[in-house]
């Protein structure tokens, strides 16, 4: 498919992965961190690959970490990330969670037709029957604006989050 070209939505499917396609997710958040291009990464694909598939298997034991793809006729187009944080039990609620959104990409000959935004309205569904509070993001300086109209905000100062490089 050219980019550019229109896409029908309809065809997209969105759906949670299954454990057999971590190999491929591995080449996706390869294309992700490398921005699509071949550059010279700290570490080489098989051994990222490899990294890649014991940390997703452990995070997928640990039940806190939920990938979704967009898929069109069988091929695995684009992936989002939502891992769940489980809060402390207060008295105002014994099982609260937040989640955190990450890993998001889109194959590039599929960008700019709505699969991205179809991607971010599962997971956003996804989190509420997870009885999720909030959705948290990250964004990269290109992706701000695709999270800002999708409803994503930054508050002032008792909103925003506070991060502490170690």
Request: include cysteine; proline fraction near 5%; charged fraction near 25%.
């Amino acid at each position: 498919m050219k980019s550019g070209s229109p896409l029908n939505c309809n065809e997209i499917h969105i759906r949670k992965s299954i454990i057999s396609e971590l190999p491929t997710l591995a080449d996706l958040r390869w294309a992700l961190c490398s921005d699509d291009e071949e550059t010279e990464q700290p570490i080489d694909k098989a051994h990222f690959t490899e990294q890649f598939l014991k940390k997703e298997m452990e995070l997928d034991a640990m039940g806190n970490l939920i990938n979704f793809v967009a898929e069109k006729n069988a091929e695995l187009i684009g992936v989002i990330s939502l891992i769940l944080v489980n809060k402390i039990p207060s008295p105002y609620g014994i099982n609260g969670c937040w989640g955190y959104v990450t890993n998001v990409y889109v194959r590039p000959a599929y960008r700019n037709n709505g699969v991205g935004k179809k991607l971010l309205n599962f997971v956003k569904d996804q989190a509420v029957a997870n009885k999720c509070e909030l959705l948290v993001v990250w964004p990269s300086d290109r992706s701000y604006p695709f999270y800002k109209r999708a409803g994503f905000k930054s508050e002032e100062r008792e909103q925003d989050p506070l991060v502490l490089v170690l």
